[in-house]
């Protein structure tokens, strides 16, 4: 069974820093282009970040760039996303894909660049 496990959410002040953690298991996701989502309460699930099965491009949100970071190890099969100088608004329950077909960068910023979805981890980030 193919799945996608996230943690590392929490509950942290405004300022604060985190890192999501995302998992593979089942098959290897070395060759996926991956990506992080988030949904905020009464909102879309939204593109936040995203990386190539190569390692070599990254891609952010305007929301979201230089404050966040997406790697991965594939060693692990674990994609991380490093989230800094967190904001209120940052609030939401993130989640990780991948995208098993390597479509591209433009085709990765939307939900159904993606065939595999993690179940999400909540991030809270208080005022």
């Known amino acids: 069974q193919v799945r996608l496990v996230e943690s590392g959410g929490g509950l942290v002040q405004a300022g604060a820093s985190l890192r999501l953690s995302c998992a593979g298991s089942g098959r290897t996701f070395s060759q996926d282009n991956m990506g992080w989502f988030r949904r905020a309460p009464g909102k879309e699930r939204e593109f936040t970040a995203a990386?190539?099965?190569?390692?070599?491009?990254?891609y952010y949100a305007d929301s979201v760039k230089g404050r966040f970071t997406i790697s991965r190890d594939n060693a692990k099969n674990t994609v991380y996303l490093q989230m800094n100088s967190l904001k209120p608004e940052d609030t939401a329950v993130y989640y990780c894909?991948?995208?098993?077909?390597?479509?591209?960068?433009?085709?990765?910023?939307?939900?159904?660049?993606?065939?595999?979805w993690g179940q999400g981890t909540q991030v809270t980030v208080s005022s």
């Open positions: 894909a991948s995208d098993s077909l390597a479509r591209g960068p433009i085709s990765n910023t939307y939900t159904w660049g993606y065939n595999y």
């Open positions: 990386i190539n099965w190569k390692d070599t491009n990254t």
